[in-house]
């Protein structure tokens, strides 16, 4: 765990480094072209991997702050393979409090998205830094529109589930039903890139690389949409429990009654 100030202990797993290099092999070949050599485009695309990890960061810890805001204890902040997470606790959040955490990491993207696009527009057009703050701009709104897609496990997801379990006041419904969202949401991350390749007909080695990516990707936002749905069942197995009918008689024995 790394402690910094007053922020929560972050963790950082050894996973973010294939994060970073998956990133620059993907943003590599856009990257190629006039003004750029290679050695300077491989440059570029490690350092965006770089800036995309440094992003998630921001991005979580606009989370853990408004989750401090509305008085949650912040316990961790970590980054993986996969994006990050911050991990709170909350004895009692109203549902605008959890909207507005939910929100808050996707709103500091699009900050994010709005300072770099502001760097690329005063920098020389066709240099490094201008095609730099191009890109890093292109993958925050993707990060900030991508994290508001309203399923679960998705901060846009998160949002919604409050609203309709304010809304609905059944909170296990608006679970069920962003959960479901998210569902199809994991499969239409997988039907876009195959049905790009199905037009093109044929797949090269990066459209390959984008669908197995893409493949990862769903499988985990399966995985989270699932997780949510089985904790939807459980609680209504708990709802279900009558404490009056599992309860039994005692008897009362004497101290020296053999048993």
Do not use: C, K
């Not at 300077?40 to 998630?56: E, K, T, Y």
């Not at 204890?73 to 959890?98: C, F, K, N």
């Not at 997801?157 to 479901?180: K, N, Q």
């Amino acid at each position: 765990m790394l402690r910094i100030g007053a922020l929560p202990p972050l963790q950082v797993s050894p996973a973010t480094l294939v994060t970073v290099l998956l990133v620059a092999v993907l943003m590599f070949p856009s990257l190629q072209g006039p003004g750029l050599s290679a050695g300077r485009s491989a440059l570029v695309a490690l350092g965006l991997g770089l800036f995309l990890i440094l992003s998630v960061l921001v991005h979580e810890l606009a989370h853990a702050l408004v989750a401090r805001a509305f008085g949650a204890r912040v316990d961790h902040i970590a980054l993986t393979l996969w994006g990050g997470h911050t991990q709170y606790r909350a004895e009692r959040m109203p549902a605008i409090g959890s909207v507005l955490v939910s929100l808050a990491g996707p709103a500091s993207n699009g900050l994010l998205a709005a300072a770099t696009g502001a760097l690329g527009a005063i920098a020389a057009q066709g240099t490094v830094l201008s095609v730099a703050a191009s890109f890093a701009t292109w993958l925050n709104v993707v990060l900030a529109l991508f994290n508001l897609l309203p399923g679960l496990p998705m901060d846009g997801g998160r949002a919604l589930e409050s609203l309709l379990g304010a809304v609905l006041r059944r909170p296990v419904l608006g679970t069920r039903i962003t959960a479901w969202i998210g569902r199809a949401i994991a499969v239409g991350v997988v039907v876009l890139p195959l049905s790009r390749i199905v037009r093109l007909g044929g797949a090269g080695g990066f459209s390959l690389l984008t669908l197995l990516w893409a493949l990862l990707i769903a499988g985990l936002l399966w995985q989270g949409a699932s997780r949510a749905l089985e904790e939807t069942r459980v609680q209504e197995r708990v709802a279900a429990l009558d404490a009056a009918a599992l309860a039994r008689p005692v008897r009362l024995l004497a101290p020296h009654t053999p048993l």
